[in-house]
């Protein structure tokens, strides 16, 4: 599903992010990436949904390789990964509702399929009743569940969550983390989810890949990652 | 499928009205280009006018040496002028003929009693030829080569000043050209900082469109729409301008400008073919600025 194979990463201002990383995922796996600031994990997620190009090696997702894609076919790459952010991202003048049915008016899905398809993802997140609520109204673990049904509405092989627990606190974080597990397992979504939040790695127990200065420290099958040095 | 069509138009009248100061200004900008360039038409498709009308109604004439003017003279005189490349007619006019065209220009009886000795026998005047061109611009050529055929004794055309008139105001035009293009590549700049604050305002909006896989196109178009409508828009008073200033003119002038040989172009369907060539001018300005805009944008990220 996700093959990266000696990847190199250097900005262009002169920056190294990441050396020679190998790292392969299977569908359906649901994979935590670990690591201090700085130590390539936004990078990494910036190769994989095609905003970055590895400097050398290959980053290949679904079979497609992400780096050599043109710059007009980054879009339709796009609608193979669902991304969802630390800070939600969701648009405050549309409601729930219409937030997620826009991801899918993108791509130009009919409207009755959309109809059908919010109204699925709505329910599997749990807000079913929540359609017509704007984002400031929900809590912040109501506005992940949004971004996260928005995010799969599409029915992406691969969700890529970046912090997605960042803003929230523990009991909302074991919300999501239900949720993305609910996901993974009901869809066969491949996961890939970077946190720094240890007690998540620790209590919700996955494959955990480290990284370290742009290197991969760890890759520990079992996860549960304890020692960490800052 | 009708929904895609009219999804970037409403969002581009959306943001239209959402930066409405903005898209105020860019769209003066557009109108102080196309009054510019409605000058320029106007004040180009009447200079091509009046030279047509000028070019076709000068002639040449040659006149013939006395001693050259037997019938086998002046028909080798005749062949040689219609050989020429570029000559249209060639109309011969005798002494008699020239002598009594000269009669008639004056209106006085006694004036005309008064030239009465010289007919006939003591005719000063030459035989001539009339000779007219093709196009305008091969007069000068034309006399030159008639002039050396021999026995012809002089070459004239009429309106060398004319001639002159029309060169000045076709370097005018040039000059009123380049004016207008450059004000154009003003406008399309000022349209594109307009769209780009547009798209400033929506950056977030568009992040999460590409999250989500949304192409380009599907990205661009509304900003695309919203040019064009600023572009229309600017387009108003121009429209206005060269239809009620033009026909104003007209009226103020009676259709021509110091003679008769600078008639204007008749108002009707003149002003309505300037206007939409304005409206077009304005939303292709529009449509260039905010492309411009909006893939600068684009490729900026992947």
Redo the contacts between chains.
């Keep these: 599903m996700i093959e990266i194979s000696h990847v190199y990463k250097k900005y262009k201002n002169g920056v190294n992010a990441l050396y020679d990383i190998n790292l392969s995922v299977d569908q359906g796996e649901f994979v935590y990436i670990i690591g201090p600031t700085g130590s390539g994990k936004s990078t990494l997620i910036k190769l994989l949904d095609g905003e970055e190009i590895p400097t050398k090696g290959s980053v290949r997702v679904v079979g497609i390789d992400v780096g050599k894609l043109r710059h007009s076919k980054v879009p339709v790459y796009r609608r193979n990964i669902g991304v969802v952010f630390q800070d939600f991202k969701l648009l405050p003048s549309k409601t729930v509702f219409e937030n997620i049915s826009y991801a899918l008016e993108v791509i130009n899905m009919k409207k009755d399929l959309i109809r059908r398809r919010v109204r699925e993802v709505m329910n599997l997140v749990g807000l079913d009743d929540k359609g017509n609520s704007f984002p400031h109204e929900l809590s912040g673990g109501q506005q992940q569940r949004v971004a996260v049904a928005r995010a799969i509405a599409n029915r992406p092989k691969v969700l890529i969550a970046d912090e997605p627990t960042g803003n929230l606190d523990p009991a909302m974080s074991d919300e999501i983390m239900a949720l993305l597990d609910k996901i993974n397992r009901e869809y066969g979504t491949t996961i890939l989810m970077v946190t720094h939040d240890l007690t998540i790695v620790n209590r919700h127990r996955k494959r955990t890949v480290c990284l370290e200065h742009g290197h991969i420290a760890a890759d520990l099958e079992e996860g549960g990652y304890v020692q960490h040095d800052q | 499928m009708i ?2 069509i009219w ?1 970037p138009i409403k969002e581009g009248f959306r943001g239209v009205f959402r930066h409405g100061a903005m898209s105020i200004s860019a769209a003066i900008a557009v109108t102080l280009t196309l009054i510019i360039i409605s000058l320029f038409l106007i004040f180009t498709l009447n200079v091509n006018k009046f030279t047509q009308g000028i070019e076709q109604s000068v002639q040449i004439s040659a006149t013939v040496a006395y001693g050259r003017e037997s019938a086998e003279e002046e028909d080798r005189i005749s062949l040689a002028i219609q050989n020429i490349e570029g000559v249209d007619t060639v109309k011969y006019s005798s002494k008699a003929d020239e002598f009594q065209y000269y009669l008639d220009s004056f209106s006085d009886e006694k004036t005309r009693e008064a030239f009465r000795p010289f007919e006939g026998e003591n005719n000063p005047m030459h035989d001539a030829f009339y000779v007219t061109v093709k196009d305008g611009k091969m007069l000068e050529s034309v006399a030159k080569q008639i002039e050396e055929i021999d026995g012809v004794e002089s070459v004239n055309f009429g309106g060398s000043s004319a001639v002159a008139l029309i060169q000045m105001l076709r370097s005018i035009r040039v000059g009123g050209g380049i004016l207008a293009l450059a004000l154009s590549v003003l406008a399309v700049f000022l349209i594109q900082n307009t769209i780009k604050l547009t798209i400033m305002a929506r950056a ?2 568009i ?10 196109g ?1 990205i661009r178009s509304p900003f695309l729409v919203e040019g064009v409508i600023i572009g229309a828009i600017g387009a108003i008073i121009p429209i206005l301008f060269t239809i009620y200033g033009y026909k104003y003119v007209y009226k103020l002038t009676g259709g021509y400008l110091i003679s008769a040989m600078f008639r204007l172009i008749e108002p009707e369907p003149f002003v309505r073919q300037i206007s939409l060539a304005l409206l077009l001018i304005g939303m292709v300005v529009g449509l260039i600025g905010s492309f411009f805009s909006v893939t600068r944008y684009l ?1 900026w ?2």
Excluded at chain 2, 207 to 216: H, L, S
Aim: proline content about 0%; charged content about 40%; hydrophobic content about 30%.
């Design positions: 929904s895609s999804r977030d909006e992040a999460i469109m590409r999250n989500v896989g949304a192409r380009n599907f490729r990220k992947r």
